[in-house]
Each structure stands twice: as C-alpha cells, then as structure tokens.
C-alpha cells in the first residue's frame, strides 16, 4: 500500500510534467500574480477541507516568504477568520461564506485562487461567481475534469487525476512551484 501510494503519486506528477499546456498555465498564474502584486493587488485562496489547508498553506508562503527574505505580499486564505466563517454560516448558509468575504476583500485586478478537487462546490463556485463581478481574476485548481470551475476560470490548473489525495499532493507541488516563481520575479535581481 504504502510504495502503491507513492508510485501513484509520482504517476500523477510525471503527466503534469508531460503536460506543457498545464505547464504553460502554471507559467502564465506566476506571471499574472507578479502583475498583480507589483500593481498592489491581492491574492485571496479558498477551498475547503484539505484544500482549505492547501489555501492557508499557500496564502503563508506568500504573505510570510517562500525561500527569500523578502518584503510581504497581500495574500490571504478566506476561512482564517472562525468567527466569520460561523456567522455567516449561520446568518445565512454556508454556501455564501467565500462570496460575501470576496465582496469585502476582493477589488478589481486581484486574484481568486479557488482550490476544489472537484471544481464542483457551491461555496467555491459561488465565490467565483462574486469575484468576477468584482473584477477579479480566477485561477481555479481542479481535478482533471476541471467540474464547473473549467468554465469559469480564467486560467485553470487540472491536475490529471481524478484520485483526491493525488489531487491534493500535486496541489501543493503546483502552488509550492507558484510560489517560488513569484518571488523569484519579483525579487531577485
């Protein structure tokens, strides 16, 4: 089971290597977040369970530092505030979480990374929904079906599997990759 486990991961990660319209992708968010980021902008992440981890673990890298001593960027995962996340669960559904937090934080030219194994949960689309209203951009990292998110983001990182721990593994290889891009491009000299 367990060198099953890794041959299956490094299955996965082999394809998304073979996959240079998935790579061009992974290039293309590093180049939008360092626009972004240079024009003052935000990235905001949300996902749920595991890939709400995946969500706080990335918006860290970012806002803390990756492999550089650097200067903060403006990233945030959108369930970090409990409080928040309870209330309006409460006062209204759980499926509105995300959307009314983009409302709040999300402004014209900052970036939405949505992060469901699925591309298929309500709250997640329905953030999407808002922050396309806003103004934002989408990045959605999916599962190889893509789900409801493929159409609805503008830059769509799939992973090619449909296995949700796969999925997840090759989640953080792809934001860990983002992340050292980014501060790569806009840091070192």
Known sequence: MIKNAIRESIAVKSQILDNEALLISIAEVIKEMIETFRAD????????????ADAQH???ELS????????????EALHVNSS???????DYDYEAVYARMVKAMGRKGDI???ISTSGNSTNIINAVKTAKEQGM??????GESGGK????????LNVPSADTP???ESHILLGHIICEGVEKGMFQK
């Open 41 to 52: 902008g935000k990235v905001l992440f949300c996902g749920n369970g595991g890939s709400a």
């Open 149 to 156: 998110l493929k159409d609805m983001a503008d830059i769509l």
């Open 64 to 75: 803390g530092r990756f492999y550089i001593d650097r200067e903060p960027l403006f990233a």
């Open 84 to 90: 928040f996340v309870t209330a309006v669960a409460n």
């Open 137 to 142: 951009k989408i990045v959605a990292m999916t």
């Open 112 to 114: 939405l990374v949505a």
């Open 58 to 60: 990335l918006a860290a």
């Open 166 to 168: 796969r999925i997840q």
